[in-house]
């Protein structure tokens, strides 16, 4: 029961989807001949209701002032076919020459449009050419009559309408400002970042709603079939070039990590090699203290050797000097003089050997490691000999 119940249902639907399909089928023409008006309409066209607003609504020119220009409606274009293009002069003061040339010259901009020496020369669609006509009469209708003060008051009564426009490059929210910020255009402008606020009556806030559609490249049916396909080629644009920069960064801060591990393995090397090189010096440094340690201790020892065999030897010329030894007779009380140069430390022990005061025969001075011996040629010659055995020594 259930598998029958569930058959009838899907009969049900796929009937009701083939009663829609046919349906859809014979409402085709009068669904493209909808979309064909929508179209046109997009590409400027004005409905019949709009012709009849306009018709009655015209300016009588001021006495002595140019007539104002007649504006050719767009016309409507056959399905399939690009929009006719039209040429229109715009007579415009230098200033507001300058800024609507800037606002209208950027590349994405479907309006071409030319320095002129009355102000611009603008060509587009019959809507473009048509809505930029209405800015040039925004920009001119209170020409060289500042709004502010009572003037400002009596327009502002008209302000009823206020739009902001998002999403501005830096170059069409700058133009777009300048050539709404003259203090004699009839309409209150402000930007914050790529944001431009206007503020004034509805026609001419209107009027800058259809310039920021041609500045943003949406003032044509095919630009507005496009943009779709245009916004997702630039998504797509935008998340390669996205992935691209993540990529970029990703190789880039790989690089730097390879780079800074490169970087701490060679300073790492570099900090074993001055480790074995502190220990190589120091133990070198060891075995050199070693090494002069022992040949301190070598050195000393030489020296107490040294200093007792002298001892030694002093003992026996002394030994020899108590001993009575006879004198010759012509030797008896004949003094002489002699110099015995010695080593700094022999010198000090012959001195300090014959310097005491209980040694009556014997004189001794000193003129640096010069000794100076005054006594018999006796006492000379065992001086002599005992400064031989010094001398040798050395």
């Known amino acids: 029961m259930k598998a029958l119940a569930h058959f009838e249902r899907v009969r049900s639907l796929a009937t009701g989807a083939a009663v829609v399909a046919i349906l859809v089928i014979a409402s085709a023409p ?16 004005p409905n019949h209701a709009a012709q009849m607003q306009e018709q009655p609504k015209q300016e009588e020119p001021q006495q002595g002032a140019a007539p104002a220009p007649r504006v ?17 002069q715009l007579d415009l003061p230098p200033d507001k020459a300058d800024a609507v040339f800037d606002l209208l010259s950027p590349r994405d901009v479907p309006v071409l449009v030319r320095r002129t020496d009355k102000g611009v020369s603008v060509r ?6 048509h809505a930029l006509v209405k800015l040039a009469e ?13 003037t400002e008051g009596k327009l502002s009564k008209a302000w009823n309408a206020q739009a902001s426009f998002s999403g501005l490059n830096d170059q069409q929210a700058d133009a777009l400002f300048r050539t709404l910020a003259f203090k004699d255009v009839p309409v209150l402008v402000s930007r914050h970042l790529d944001e431009v606020t206007v503020a004034g009556s509805r026609q001419d806030v209107d009027v800058v709603k259809d310039v920021v559609k041609i500045i943003r490249g949406k003032s044509r049916p095919e630009n507005a079939e496009a943009e779709p396909r245009q916004r997702n080629a630039q998504r797509n644009r935008q998340n390669a070039e996205q992935r691209a ?24 090397q570099q900090l074993r ?8 010096r120091t133990a070198e440094l060891q075995e050199q203290a070693r090494m002069l340690r022992e040949e301190v201790e070598r050195l000393k020892h030489e020296v107490d050797e040294r200093s007792r065999q002298l001892a030694e030897q ?5 030994g020899q000097q108590e001993q009575p030894h006879p004198r010759a007779p012509e030797e008896a009380g004949e003094m002489v003089e002699r110099s015995y140069e010695l080593t700094p430390p022999h010198a000090d022990d012959l001195f300090r050997l014959l310097a005491p005061p209980d040694v009556k025969d014997v004189l001794v001075s000193r003129r640096g490691n010069v000794i100076i011996v005054r006594a018999t040629p006796r006492d000379q010659k065992a001086i002599q000999g005992m400064v031989d055995i010094l001398n040798r020594d050395d």
């Open 124 to 129: 587009g669609t019959t809507g473009e050419v």
């Open 138 to 150: 925004l920009l001119t209708r209170e020409q060289g009559q500042a709004i502010e003060g009572e």
């Open 72 to 88: 050719k409606r767009p016309e409507r274009s056959a399905p399939g076919e690009k929009p006719q293009l039209v040429t229109r």
């Open 273 to 280: 090699e001055l480790h074995d090189d502190v220990d190589r």
């Open 245 to 268: 920069r993540q990529e970029a960064q990703r190789a880039q801060r790989e690089e730097q990590r390879r780079a800074v591990d490169e970087q701490r393995q060679a300073l790492e």
């Open 314 to 318: 002093l003992e026996q010329v002394a």
């Open 30 to 45: 009068a669904m493209a001949a909808y979309v064909d008006g929508r179209i046109l309409a997009a590409a400027g066209a």
